[in-house]
């Protein structure tokens, strides 16, 4: 399984961005999608992830400005962050927890997508 992740890169204070992860390769079912963080100095924590029948697990430091959503498929994952703040740079993460017959339920991660928030 593998994830892959786009969409960071730098952008102002208020300003938008929308993060892609595709998860790709011999998936199961995908109990669930979402993403976390890690900034610099500090250790990875959870932003949001969505489940099956779309139930939603995200910080309450991100509410109403970020919202993840899945697509159809269900393969792919989108995080659409809005009013950012500089304190919101850091490497956004893809996780997905996938479950198959052969493993069980099993975490996988993306490589990691910088977002940069800086005047």
């Known amino acids: 399984v593998q994830l892959q992740a786009s969409g960071g890169g730098s952008v102002r204070p208020g300003g938008s961005l929308k993060l892609s992860c595709v998860a790709s390769?011999?998936?199961?079912?995908?109990?669930?999608m979402g993403w976390y963080r890690e900034a610099p100095g500090k250790e990875r924590e959870l932003v949001a992830t969505?489940?099956?029948?779309?139930?939603?697990n995200d910080a309450d430091s991100m509410k109403g400005r970020f919202t993840v959503s899945r697509d159809n498929a269900g393969n792919t994952v989108f995080l659409e962050m809005n009013r950012l703040k500089p304190e919101d740079t850091a490497v956004y993460y893809c996780?997905?927890?996938?479950?198959?017959?052969?493993?069980?339920?099993?975490?996988?991660w993306g490589q990691g997508t910088l977002v940069t928030v800086s005047s």
């Open positions: 390769g011999r998936i199961g079912v995908i109990n669930y």
């Open positions: 996780h997905a927890n996938i479950w198959s017959p052969a493993e069980g339920s099993v975490g996988y």
């Open positions: 969505v489940g099956n029948g779309g139930r939603i």
